[in-house]
């Protein structure tokens, strides 16, 4: 019967360099995911080709590429990835000229674009948005990007036209496993729902890399942690059925198991009867995992039940500004002398005139977690901490009010309690992210090929 082996060598654009090419060398599979977008992903990559139009694609891509794609070319592996970002054109260019540099022939690279709705974001004004009351132009000022969430169906038809690299903008994380699904098994949403389902459970506990071999899971002495810089990365193995096996090449770090890919499988899922995608409305309700062999989870029971009408597009736009300070006290009264100094920053930055929309002061090592009152209940009444590092953070519109809270928050050198050090500032621009929805009629995904 025939099997397809599909894996993930990264949950983030900053995730492991190295994990593609373990799974390659390592892992029989027939095909490699990068998903490398969180929401506002692409906002940051989309004002980097404000900055040079060859840019636009995710940070690490030309590392993770330069370890890949030699290897993915030896041992038959087709990349997948969304890395493309704001720029898949770019990202395509850029595995040209890797493939030249170290002479990669004979492969077939397809680009999936029509995510971008940015050009026609005014027509979308008065839509509702879905993170906060009021409309999409009540901040047109500020917005820099609009990308779609689009299906897995530009992917399938790269595949069906040879492509050895797909590269796409904003796809949905779980359509990165679902199309190669499709296309070997020829699955469609009308005759597949339960396969349907399954995929798209695939695709989610693949989509955030380790965190279903282990990652994020370690907390002794209630959870171990095994070998974590060693850590594998997942791979599923589809039968035509349906039914998957999630696991992870031998010899790697980590575990696979129930527990372990339970805590992926709730991982930002708002109702597991109907997790909306585009290509279909998933219901992980009866879905049931067993161990079968070591580091081996057989997953069944996911479902679909048709497909959204309406897709979702995700927006960035520039919020404000942050500046942050920190400093570390040290000795047995260093939380009281934490506190003195933030109570003060809190003062200056009233007598600086600064217009702060938001402060926030934390004692890091004592409250910056869990605030005062379950602090507390862990540190008991004794309160002496063998060191503090005081963070004190503001959010402003403008970067002059920043800048102003930076030097100010340098004066603590000279202007604080005694025995302090380690003194930082920085400055960050909040790119912020908002939603609206619109017909999936009005998104034109199409495919653009080039050789390699």
């Known amino acids: 019967m025939k099997k397809v082996r599909i894996a993930n060598g990264a949950g983030y654009a900053g995730d492991r360099l190295d994990a593609g090419e373990i799974l390659i060398r390592n892992g029989n599979i027939d095909y490699l995911t990068f998903e490398c977008l969180a929401e506002r992903t692409i906002g940051l990559c989309q004002r980097d080709k404000m900055h040079d139009p060859n840019l636009g694609y995710s940070r690490l891509s030309e590392e993770r590429l330069r ?5 993915a070319k030896e041992y038959g592996v087709k990349i997948i990835s969304n890395l493309g970002a704001a720029n898949p054109a770019a990202a395509i260019k850029l595995i040209q000229r890797i493939c030249d540099e170290q ?24 839509y509702d948005v879905l993170e906060f009351p009021g409309k999409l132009g009540d901040i047109r000022d500020k917005l820099i990007s609009g990308n779609a969430y689009c299906g897995a169906e530009g992917i399938v038809e790269a595949l069906k036209n040879g492509a050895d690299v797909v590269i796409t903008g904003r796809v949905a994380d779980p359509a990165l496993a679902l199309a190669p699904l499709r296309y070997e098994f020829g699955w469609t949403l009308e005759k597949n729902p339960h396969q349907f389902g399954q995929g798209i459970l695939a695709g989610h506990l693949l989509e955030c890399g380790p965190q279903s071999t ?13 070998d974590l810089a060693h850590m594998g990365f997942p791979i599923v193995e589809f039968e035509e059925s349906g039914d998957f096996i999630i696991t992870k090449p031998k010899g790697t770090g980590g575990e696979v198991t129930p527990d372990t890919v339970k805590e992926q499988l709730l991982y930002e899922i708002h109702d597991p009867t109907a997790y909306m995608t585009p290509d279909a409305i998933a219901d992980f309700s009866h879905a049931t995992l067993k161990q079968v062999g070591q580091d081996q989870v057989l997953v069944v029971g996911a479902t679909s039940h048709g497909r959204p009408e309406k897709l979702k597009v995700n927006l960035c736009y520039k919020d404000s500004f942050t500046c942050e300070g920190g400093v570390t006290y ?24 600064i217009d702060a929309d938001e402060v926030r002061v934390d004692y890091i090592g004592f409250n910056s977690l869990y605030k005062d009152k379950i602090s507390r209940m862990i540190c008991g009444e004794n ?17 002059a009010a920043a800048v102003k809270f930076r030097d100010e928050f340098d004066s603590l050198y000279g202007s604080g309690p005694f025995a302090c050090g380690g003194v930082t500032m920085a400055i960050s621009e909040i790119i912020n992210v908002c939603s609206v929805f619109v017909d999936r009629s009005i998104i034109n995904v199409e495919v653009k090929y080039w050789e390699a």
């Open 330 to 353: 040290g000795g047995s009264s260093s939380l009281q002398r934490a506190q003195i100094a933030g109570e003060m920053v809190k003062e200056r930055i009233k007598i600086m005139g």
């Open 103 to 126: 002479g990669i022939q004979g492969l077939k690279l397809a680009a999936v674009i029509g995510d971008n709705v940015f050009d026609h974001v005014a027509d979308y004004y008065d």
């Open 214 to 226: 282990g990652g994020t899971y370690a907390d002794p002495p209630y959870k171990k942690a095994l």
């Open 383 to 399: 309160m002496v901490f063998p060191e503090i590092r005081l963070r004190v953070a503001i959010r402003v519109k403008d970067y």
């Open 67 to 71: 370890r890949t794609l030699g290897p």
